[in-house]
C-alpha cells in the first residue's frame, strides 16, 4: 500500500484495491513517513506504552513469593494467604504495594497456591433413594403446599400443587386453605381420573404427616394412601434436592400463573390455573405415556380412617453425631459409624420392624442394611 502511494496511487484507489477502509491506508501512509521501505517497522503494535503502568514488576512478583514462603514457615498464626502476605509487606515498607486481588493473582499465576478446588460431581439420577423409580419400574407423585398467597381485597390463597417423577403429570388446587380434608379429597380425585402411583412424596408439614407434638401420628393423608397400597415417603427436613421437582413446579406455577394476571377472586385464579395445568399436560403428552404404569384406583372404594394399617411408610432422615435417626417422635439408633449422613427409613407396619438402609449421593447405587429396629404401630383410634 505505501509503495502504491508512493508511486502516484490515490489513497482512496489503493484501499479499494486491497479492501481496507480508507483510514487504514492513511495509517500505514504516515507511519512509514519519508524513510526507505527496508527501514520501515511494518510490525503490529498496540498503543500506548509498551509495558502497563499498573503492571507490577517482576522484583515484586517475586517479593510476594518470598513473603508467602517466610510466613508459611514461621508466621506464629499459621496464616500466608493474600491478605496475610499484603500485612507482611506494609510491615516492611514495600514502596510498589500491590492490593490483596492482585497478590492473589501473582499466586495463582505462579502456581503458588495451596487450596483446592470444588469437585463438581454429577448429580444422582432422580429417584435415586427409591431402587425401583430410580429403575424407572414404578412412579411417584410429589405434593407441596405454596402458602402465604393474598389476592388483592385481602382473599388469601393456599395452592397445592402435585407432579410426577416420570410423567411429568401436574396438578394444581388454588384453595382459600389447604387442609389435610382438602389434600386428602384432591389427591383421590386426581389418582382416580389417572390412576394410582407406587409412592406418594411429602414434606414433613403437618398436613401431610400428621401432628408432630405426639408420638406414633399418622394423619389422614398418610392413612389415605396406605389404604390404596401406596408407600408414603417423606423427604428429609431442611434438606435441599429432594423436593427439587415440585419446588421447579411450584415456581413456574407462581411465574405463569399468579404473576401475570390480576385476580378480583378466587374463582378466576382457578380458571386460569386450570388452563396452565391443561397446557402442561399437552405438552408433556408423549413423556406421560412413556411414564411406568400406574394402577387402576379400586371400584366401590371406601376410606376407612379407622382400618387397621398395612404397607411400609418411608422415611428419609439424617443421622445426628451419634448416628441416631428421628422419626415417628422417637429416636432410633442406626450405626454410630454413620453419623450426619442419610438414611431410609422402611417402616414395615405388617412385620413391625424399621430398616434403616444407608444412602450415598456418590454413590446412589449402593444402599446397604444398616440396622432393624423393633417397632409396633399402637392400634388407636384415629380422631377425625
Not at 470444588?118 to 427409591?130: A, K, M
Not at 397445592?160 to 389427591?187: D, M
Not at 419446588?247 to 411465574?255: I, K, M, Y
Not at 400463573?257 to 405438552?283: E, I, Y
Request: hydrophobic share 40%.
Amino acid at each position: 500500500m505505501v509503495v502504491a502511494v508512493r508511486q502516484g496511487t490515490t489513497v482512496r484507489a489503493v484501499a479499494k484495491r486491497f479492501g481496507v477502509a480508507h483510514s487504514v491506508v492513511q495509517y500505514w501512509v504516515a507511519r512509514a513517513a519519508d524513510q526507505r521501505l527496508d527501514r520501515i517497522d511494518f510490525a503490529t503494535r498496540r498503543r500506548g506504552p509498551r509495558r502497563p503502568a499498573n503492571k507490577v514488576t517482576p522484583e515484586v512478583e517475586q517479593l510476594v513469593l518470598t513473603v508467602r514462603k517466610a510466613l508459611k514457615q514461621s508466621s506464629a498464626l499459621g496464616e500466608f494467604g493474600a491478605v496475610a502476605i499484603r500485612e507482611e509487606m506494609v510491615r516492611r515498607h514495600v514502596k510498589e504495594l500491590p492490593s490483596v486481588r492482585t497478590i492473589g493473582r501473582i499466586l495463582e499465576r505462579r502456581g503458588a497456591l495451596d487450596g483446592r478446588k470444588r469437585v463438581r460431581r454429577p448429580p444422582p439420577p432422580r429417584g435415586w433413594y427409591l431402587p425401583e423409580v430410580a429403575a424407572q419400574k414404578a412412579e411417584l407423585d410429589s405434593f407441596d403446599i405454596v402458602e402465604g398467597l393474598v389476592i388483592q381485597g385481602g382473599y388469601p390463597v393456599e395452592v397445592l400443587n402435585a407432579i410426577s417423577l416420570w410423567g411429568g403429570l401436574i396438578e394444581s388446587w388454588p384453595r382459600a386453605r389447604i387442609t389435610a380434608k382438602t389434600v386428602v379429597s384432591a389427591i383421590l380425585r386426581h389418582w382416580q381420573s389417572f390412576g394410582l402411583p407406587s409412592y406418594a412424596q411429602f414434606d414433613n408439614d403437618t398436613v401431610f404427616q400428621g401432628a408432630h407434638h405426639h408420638r406414633d401420628s399418622l394423619g389422614r393423608v398418610v392413612r389415605t394412601s396406605l389404604a390404596l397400597d401406596v408407600v408414603p415417603v417423606f423427604t428429609p427436613p431442611r434438606e435441599t434436592g429432594f423436593q427439587a421437582m415440585i419446588e421447579n413446579l411450584n415456581g413456574r406455577w407462581q411465574a405463569k400463573v399468579w404473576s401475570r394476571f390480576p385476580f378480583q377472586s378466587r374463582k378466576q385464579l382457578q380458571a386460569q390455573s386450570a388452563k396452565f395445568v391443561t397446557a402442561s399436560r399437552r405438552r408433556a403428552a408423549s413423556r406421560i405415556e412413556a411414564a411406568p404404569s400406574r394402577y387402576c384406583f379400586p371400584e366401590d372404594w371406601e376410606l376407612d380412617l379407622q382400618a387397621e394399617l398395612h404397607g411400609s411408610v418411608i422415611f428419609l432422615r439424617r443421622t445426628d453425631d451419634s448416628g441416631r435417626a428421628r422419626l415417628l417422635g422417637r429416636t432410633f439408633p442406626v450405626d454410630r459409624h454413620w453419623p450426619h449422613r442419610l438414611v431410609r427409613a422402611e417402616v414395615d407396619l405388617d412385620e413391625d420392624v424399621i430398616r434403616f438402609h444407608a444412602l450415598r449421593r456418590r454413590e446412589p447405587t449402593w444402599q446397604p442394611l444398616l440396622q432393624t429396629a423393633d417397632y409396633h404401630f399402637p392400634r388407636k383410634r384415629f380422631h377425625e
